[in-house]
C-alpha cells in the first residue's frame, strides 16, 4: 500500500526532472552549416567529431554502397536534433544506442533527431546504416563520385564526402579514420594511411585501412577498382604506399616514373617543411577521364591526364607540399586557400630551382612582369578570393609571388624559419592567413600588414614602388620565362573541377 503510493510520485518526480532539460529554451537544433561564409550548409553546428569508423562492402557492377559508420563526437551546445551531410539512402541511425528519428532535408543534410535532447559536452556514439547508388545522387546539380570501368573513385574539393559517408564535412573539424572496405577477390580498395590487414572470404577481400593522424573530411578518400599496389621506404624512413590502375595503358610508365619518387619528394620536402607529419606517405592514379590532383591525405589522387605528356615531378611535388600545407595545417575556413595553394605552388618554384630550371625569384619575376595591369588576374584576391575564385589561377601564381615577396622583405633566414615553424605551431590543427601573417610577424620581428595587404588583398596590380621594395623586376622590364614554367603551367589545371 505504502509502496503504491509513492512510487507514483518518484516516477512523477523522475519524470519531472527529466521534462526539465528537455522543456528549457537552450536545447536547440543545430546549424545546417558550420558558419564558413563560402560555403553556408557545409559543415553542421553544434558537435565535433573525434573519430569515423566506416565499415563498407562496394560492388562494382552495380556501383552499390553499402555498410555502416560509427562516428565518435561530443556535443558542443545543448542539442535537440543536429545534421549530417550526406547522399546516399539511410536505413537506421542509433545515437548513443538508441534509435533516432531522422529525414534527408536540403541539398545534402541529414538532419538527425535523438530520443531525448543533448546537453552540450555529451559524448556521443552516431551509428549510421545505408546503402545506395553514389553515382545516381546529386547535390547542388553535381556529383563528384566518379565511376571508373572497373569501379569508382570519391576524392574532390572541397565536396567528396557526401558520396560515401555521413559526416561533418567541413576542415575545421579534423578526426581520425578507420575505413574498412569489401570488394569482389581481384579488385582492391584504397584509401588513406597505412594498410593494417587484409582478408578474403566467400569471394569478397576486405581492407582495412587506417588513418591515425587527423584528418579534414575533403582529404578522406576511397578508391575501388583493380590496382597494382607497390610499397618501399624512403631514405628518410617514410614508409610509401603507391597505387596504380591496371588499366592505365600507355600512361603507366610515365605514372609510376612519377609517383615512385614520392619517397624522394617527401624527404626533399621535409629540408624546407621539417619532419613528415604522417605515418605513411604515398599516391595512386586511378583509371579516370578527369585531369586534376589532389593532396588526398597521406594518399594523393592523380589523374592519368597528368603524365600524359611523360613523367610529371612537379605535380608530386604540389600535392607532397600539401600534406604539410593543407593537411596537418588545415585552413580555418575556405578563404583562407592561399595557405594551402601558395605554398604548394611555391613548392613547385623551389623544386624548379632545385632542378636547375628557373629560380624562386625568377618565377616571381616572371609572375608579376607577364600579367599587364589590365589583367583580370590581378582582381582575384588570393587572401579572399571568394567561393568562385577560390581555385583561380591567381590563388596559385599571385600566391606564390606574394611568398616571394614575403622571403625578400624578411631575409632567407626569418623565411625559412617560417616555413619549417608554420606547421610545427599548428600541427594537425587549422590556421588563418592572418594566424599566418602574426606568426611571420612574430619570427621576423617586422610589420607586415601592408605587405599581406599589396600582395594578397589588393584588386589591382602592385605598382611598380611595391614591386621595388619586395626586389621583383620592374613591370617595364621583359623577363624570359624560365624554363620550368611550361611544366608547371601544365599542372594549373590540378584542382579544376
Ligand atoms: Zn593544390
Do not use: C
Not at 329 to 351: P, T
Not at 395 to 405: H, K, T
Amino acid at each position: 500500500m505504502h509502496r503504491r503510493i509513492i512510487a507514483p510520485g518518484a516516477l512523477a518526480a523522475a519524470s519531472l526532472l527529466l521534462a526539465i532539460p528537455a522543456s528549457a529554451a537552450s536545447y536547440s537544433p543545430g546549424a545546417p552549416g558550420i558558419g564558413d561564409p563560402y560555403y553556408p550548409y557545409y559543415g553542421n553546428g553544434g558537435y565535433d567529431v573525434s573519430h569515423y569508423d566506416l565499415r563498407l562492402k562496394y560492388q562494382p557492377t552495380t556501383d552499390e554502397l553499402r555498410g555502416t559508420a560509427t562516428i565518435l563526437a561530443r556535443t558542443t551546445q545543448d542539442l535537440s536534433s543536429f545534421d549530417l551531410d550526406f547522399l546516399l539512402d539511410v536505413s537506421e541511425v542509433r545515437v548513443n544506442g538508441i534509435r533516432a528519428a531522422f529525414a534527408h532535408s536540403g541539398q545534402h543534410e541529414l538532419v538527425v533527431t535523438p530520443r531525448t535532447p543533448l546537453a552540450k559536452g555529451t559524448p556521443l556514439s552516431v551509428v549510421v546504416r545505408y546503402h545506395g547508388v553514389p553515382s545516381a545522387k546529386t547535390a547542388y546539380g553535381f556529383t563528384t563520385w566518379h565511376r571508373t570501368p572497373d569501379g569508382a573513385v570519391a576524392a574532390d574539393e572541397p565536396e567528396a564526402a557526401w558520396w560515401w559517408f555521413p559526416s561533418n564535412d567541413h576542415p575545421s573539424d579534423k578526426a581520425t579514420y578507420d575505413v574498412s572496405v569489401a570488394v569482389p577477390d581481384g579488385m582492391q580498395a584504397i584509401s588513406n594511411g597505412t594498410l593494417q590487414s587484409t582478408s578474403s572470404r566467400l569471394g569478397w577481400t576486405r581492407y582495412n585501412w587506417r588513418q591515425n593522424k587527423p584528418q579534414a573530411t575533403y582529404l578522406a578518400t576511397l578508391a575501388l577498382g583493380r590496382f597494382d599496389i607497390t610499397t618501399s621506404t624512403s631514405e628518410g624512413g617514410v614508409p610509401v604506399v603507391n597505387a596504380y590502375s591496371k588499366n592505365l595503358g600507355d600512361n603507366d610508365g610515365a605514372a609510376r616514373a612519377s609517383v615512385e619518387r614520392t619517397g624522394e619528394i617527401v624527404d626533399w620536402l621535409s629540408g624546407y617543411f621539417g619532419p613528415y607529419p604522417f605515418g605513411s606517405a604515398g599516391g595512386y592514379v586511378p583509371d579516370t577521364t578527369t585531369g586534376y590532383a589532389l593532396e588526398t591525405q597521406t594518399r594523393v589522387y592523380y589523374s592519368p591526364k597528368q603524365f600524359a605528356n611523360g613523367s610529371n615531378t612537379s605535380v608530386v611535388v604540389h600535392e607532397l607540399a600539401h600534406q604539410w600545407y593543407g593537411d596537418d595545417v588545415s585552413l580555418k575556413g575556405w578563404k583562407d586557400i592561399w595557405l594551402n595553394e601558395g605554398f604548394a605552388r611555391y613548392a613547385q618554384w623551389l623544386w624548379s630551382e632545385h632542378e636547375g630550371e628557373g629560380t624562386t625569384q625568377e618565377l616571381a619575376d616572371y609572375v608579376y612582369a607577364s600579367h599587364p595591369a589590365d589583367d583580370a588576374f590581378w582582381t582575384v584576391k588570393p587572401g579572399d578570393p571568394g567561393p568562385d575564385n577560390q581555385f583561380d589561377i591567381a590563388v596559385y601564381d599571385r600566391g606564390a609571388l606574394a611568398i616571394q615577396a614575403l622571403r625578400n622583405e624578411i631575409g632567407d633566414k626569418a623565411f625559412f624559419t617560417i616555413l619549417k615553424g608554420w606547421p610545427e605551431k599548428h600541427a594537425y590543427g587549422n590556421a588563418s592567413v592572418a594566424d599566418f601573417r602574426r606568426y611571420a610577424e612574430q619570427v621576423s620581428g617586422k610589420p607586415l600588414s601592408a605587405l599581406f595587404d599589396t600582395w594578397l588583398f589588393h584588386t589591382s596590380k602592385p605598382a611598380a614602388p611595391a614591386a621595388r621594395t619586395a626586389s621583383l623586376a620592374a613591370a617595364s622590364t621583359t623577363v624570359a620565362q624560365p624554363k620550368s614554367w611550361r611544366t608547371i603551367e601544365a599542372t594549373n589545371d590540378v584542382h579544376g573541377h
